[in-house]
């Protein structure tokens, strides 16, 4: 996700970066975006993002490294 938010970054490119489809990656990133406009109180599980492979739910948080969401996301497609 902090690639993706970073300013001027191609989104589209990104996803295919990660292996993704582009419209999931700006799915997450406006799900988190809005969840970020939220006036919820710190240390809540909104500081969460979700991600949905298939029937797989990642939730990781919002600054995990790129590296390791990519060793993740390739975890869970070859599982």
């Known amino acids: ?5 970073e300013p001027g970054v ?6 295919r970066r990660l292996g993704i489809s582009p419209p999931q990656l700006f799915g997450w ?3 988190f975006l809005n ?12 500081s969460v993002v979700e991600i949905v492979v298939g029937d797989v739910v ?6 995990l490294e790129e590296a ?3 060793r993740i996301l ?3 497609r070859s599982a």
């Open 1 to 5: 996700m902090a690639a993706a938010l």
């Open 10 to 15: 191609n989104v589209s490119a990104l996803a």
């Open 29 to 31: 990133r406006k799900t």
């Open 35 to 46: 969840k970020e406009k939220e006036d919820v109180p710190a240390g809540s599980s909104a």
């Open 58 to 63: 990642i939730r990781v948080s919002p600054d």
């Open 68 to 70: 390791a969401l990519r």
């Open 74 to 76: 390739r975890a869970v």
